[in-house]
């Protein structure tokens, strides 16, 4: 029986390292990120780029998730986003911040210059 599972798990665990990007940069909570996804409108599909600050990150293998917010027009937006799958053409870090949190949801409750971040020198 435990043979059987340690057999399924390698078995996944080798499939999921087939779909895994080899491309993904290094994202931490903070950055500034810039986002090219593909988007299917009826039977076109057209690039759709979306910015924004990285609140929080889901670290788990292929299911690795990143959560972006950005104000615009005065409501804020939040979208997750799978980092593996295979409508994120490109990620690019605009500007990485010094934070001592791991998670950024303290941002969804201050607006304008509250929301800045300390610059990292990098």
Known sequence: MIKKLKY??????????????KNVPKITIGDNVKIKKIIQEGNKERIQISEGVVISKNN?????????RKVI?????????????????????????????AKLYYLRNRSGKATRLKQKLS
């Not at 399924?8 to 990007?21: A, M």
């Not at 939040?78 to 911040?97: A, D, G, M, V």
């Open 8 to 21: 399924q798990l390698n078995l996944i665990n080798e499939i999921e390292k087939k779909h895994q990007k």
């Open 60 to 68: 788990s293998q292929i299911n690795t998730t990143v959560t972006v």
């Open 73 to 101: 027009q005065n409501v804020g937006v939040e979208k997750i986003y799978l980092l593996h799958s295979p409508q994120i053409l490109n990620i690019e870090i605009t500007k990485q911040s010094k934070i001592r949190r």
